[in-house]
């Protein structure tokens, strides 16, 4: 009784196909050597009969030819699926990846197969001169050696060689002075004692204005509203709720105080103050908090740090209030503001 190919198990179909490719692909190489072999190397025309390896096969591979095409065109399928998607399902960023990807492996594959299977193969040999002739460097040595034939002030040329060399050096390093900022200027600040304090449209803040549970921005009359020090936080609160260190005992005339607005952390401006209303909440401790990182200081114990990344408090402008009953600076901070560079010295 014959078996018909339906009849066989799976696993028999399938070795059967397996033996079919082996064959198939033993039979294709054969057939590719014996027309190496037959065609006539280059070498073996000329007139020197030395061996040339040069050789070039064009392989008329039809079926490869197709297969790169196949892969060319479901790659730019792919590519435009990934327009569609960025067009219709512009936030799923899993298929646009997924359409790019798989494009751009189509092209891939594309190009492998061309390359191996579809362009010309080619081994080319260039012939060249030897690399290092001797002659050659004998003749550069003599060159050198005799460049210095009648120089007697050697020490003085080489001494002004090596002084010109490091000049043109130190030019070269001397823009590396710009980076970072201008020297000195982490010091300074555009308040001077007495500078009126103001707000953004150039008002004076009179001490009278300064409300307990709210905080205010204030910047120096007549300075620099861009510079980094110029913004400080003024808030006023009850006598019992200040706790300065005993140098700073008169920095917070009727309990109105000033910090700089810089975080010293990473010189975030600071714009969130808290003023617990309610005494059950603990701590009870109104606070300036960085919106960055959330360092928090406590402006009632002269900007301590409570909680967060920066490593110093809060630098404390001392204030006055004048016979106008308007706020005034009364001195330099207690430190230097902005993000806590190289060592902040005191000012
Ligand atoms: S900049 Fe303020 S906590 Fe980081």
């Not at 798989?102 to 061309?114: E, F, G, N, Q």
């Not at 050096?169 to 300074?188: I, K, R, V, W």
């Not at 300075?223 to 019992?240: E, F, K, M, T, Y």
């Amino acid at each position: 009784m014959n078996d018909t190919p339906e009849d066989r198990p799976p696993s028999s179909r399938l070795a059967r196909a397996l033996g079919l490719i082996a064959a198939a692909r033993i039979g294709w190489r054969g057939a590719r050597r014996k027309a190496t072999a037959a065609k006539p190397s280059s070498a073996a025309a000329g007139d020197t009969g030395s061996h040339d390896p040069s050789e070039r096969t064009v392989p008329a591979n039809r079926r490869a030819e197709n297969l790169v095409a196949i892969l060319l065109v479901l790659g730019a399928g792919c590519a435009f699926a990934f327009i569609a998607f960025y067009i219709i399902l512009q936030t799923n960023t899993q298929l646009l990846g997924l359409a790019m990807g798989c494009a751009l492996a189509l092209l891939a594959a594309a190009a492998i197969v061309a390359g191996k299977m579809v362009v010309p193969q080619e081994t080319s040999v260039e012939p060249r001169d030897q690399l290092l002739k001797e002659e050659a460097v004998e003749e550069v040595v003599e060159i050198v050696e005799s460049g210095g034939e009648g120089i007697s002030r050697r020490i003085l040329l080489t001494g002004a060689g090596g002084l010109a060399g490091a000049a043109v050096l130190g030019a070269a390093a001397a823009p590396l002075a710009s980076l970072g900022p201008p020297a000195g200027s982490l010091h300074q600040s555009p308040w001077r004692r007495g500078i009126r304090l103001i707000d953004d449209q150039g008002h004076l803040y009179a001490a009278a204005d300064i409300q307990i549970g709210s905080f205010y921005t204030a910047l120096p009359q007549g300075g620099n509203p861009d510079s980094l020090g110029a913004g400080v936080l003024v808030i006023r609160l009850p006598q019992s709720m200040i706790h300065l260190p005993a140098a700073r005992q008169s920095w917070a005339p009727q309990g109105i105080m000033a910090y700089s607005k810089i975080c010293p952390h990473a010189g975030c401006a600071i714009n969130l103050y808290r003023y617990p209303l309610d005494e059950s909440t603990a701590p009870f401790t109104p606070a300036f908090t960085c919106p960055c990182h959330y360092s928090t200081f406590t402006p009632g114990n002269g900007g301590k740090l409570i909680f967060g990344p920066a490593g110093r408090e809060l630098p404390q402008m001392p204030i006055m209030i004048d016979s106008d009953g308007n706020l005034r600076c009364d001195g330099p901070f207690d430190e230097d503001i902005g993000p806590s560079w190289w060592g902040v010295r005191r000012t």
